[in-house]
């Protein structure tokens, strides 16, 4: 009987997220942005931090989150920031500097104190990207160093087609993307998986019915990387407990789930989910995207903790899983 009752009380909570989901995602990290006319302003505070990457051997310092649509204009980015673990950001004079970052393409970047700027044009057009689908606005070509800075920086800016700008350059746009309000969630897509961090140590919220406690979510369905690669997932994990108990989880099969790993750091209050993209199990219930890792019971228990995981990651039809691994977003430092 117990059994049953739990499992009602978390069907009800999930069903109160479900009904979030077509709420736009604005969700970003350390992260300020604006555009005015053809320019695209992204400023970052290197005295921040927010929290470890997924492999440990980093800090991060900034993120979009995962790809962000520019409002109306067309154009959408991708940007993470980070440093090694354990040191600081160096700051730039106070009067302010211009930085060079080597092999980028329409990025200007300006240094003063801790505040890092960066100016992207959004008329510029440097052709199709690498999987064919988008066209290439600005980039970093890569993971690339500040220099003097020790910030390492990943900048992509991107279009499905020709950018809309506007004539009015005191007219803002909304950063959003597919999805609801992301809450303690890290995602970024590599050649063969989507890699989700949460931060264990953030103190979590309460549902309504304060039943059990939400430690983080995607807030519903929502894009990661490149919108070309067609790769979506929705991830909630709520802990029965208050706080959460953790332990140590060596990367292993998440149980009740189909291509979904799992491991907990109990030192650094991280647990990394790597959901893999390779492989198109089913159709999706709507008929119009192919699943690629899911979790099969309502909630899938991590091993050792009182963690509670509900995921599915999707691809659109039609989207080949090479377009995916020639579409990565800007990862964290591993």
Do not use: W
Request: charged share 15%; net charge positive; proline share 5%.
């Amino acid at each position: 009987i117990f059994s049953a009752v739990f499992f009602i009380v978390i069907g009800l909570v999930v069903s109160r997220f479900a009904r979030r989901m077509a709420a736009p995602l604005g969700a970003m990290s350390n992260l300020e942005v604006e555009v005015k006319g053809s320019s695209l302003t992204l400023t970052v505070d290197m005295s921040k931090t927010i929290g470890p990457s997924s492999s440990g051997k980093t800090t991060l310092i900034a993120s979009s989150g995962g790809t962000k649509k520019l409002g109306q204009t067309g154009a959408s980015f991708s940007l993470t920031a980070y440093c090694p673990l354990g040191q600081s950001t160096f700051p730039g004079p106070k009067a302010g500097t211009g930085v060079s970052i080597p092999g980028a393409k329409n990025v200007a970047a300006h240094l003063q104190g801790h505040t890092l700027t960066l100016t992207v044009d959004l008329s510029q057009d440097f052709g199709l990207s690498s999987s064919g689908r988008t066209t290439i606005v600005a980039t970093t070509a890569g993971n690339k160093k500040v220099p003097t800075a020790n910030v390492t920086l990943g900048l992509n800016v991107f279009s499905s087609g020709k950018v809309a700008i506007s004539r009015d350059e005191d007219s803002a746009v909304e950063v959003q993307a597919p999805g609801g309000s992301a809450e303690n969630v890290m995602a970024r897509l590599t050649s063969t998986k989507v890699v989700m961090t949460i931060d264990l140590r953030k103190p979590p919220r309460p549902t309504k019915k304060a039943r059990s406690v939400i430690v983080g979510t995607s807030g519903g369905m929502a894009s990661v990387g490149d919108p070309a690669a067609g790769v979506s997932y929705s991830l909630l994990v709520l802990s029965v407990k208050n706080p959460p108990e953790i332990a140590k989880v060596k990367k292993q099969a998440l149980p009740d789930s189909e291509g979904v790993k799992v491991s907990v750091s109990e030192k650094r209050g991280v647990m990394t989910l790597r959901a893999h993209t390779h492989r198109e199990r089913c159709e999706s219930s709507t008929g119009k995207t192919m699943i690629l890792a899911r979790t099969l019971s309502n909630f899938a228990q991590v091993p050792s903790c009182s963690l509670l995981v509900k995921l599915i990651v999707v691809r659109k039809k039609g989207v080949s899983s090479s377009s995916v691994g020639q579409s990565s977003s800007s990862r964290g430092g591993g």
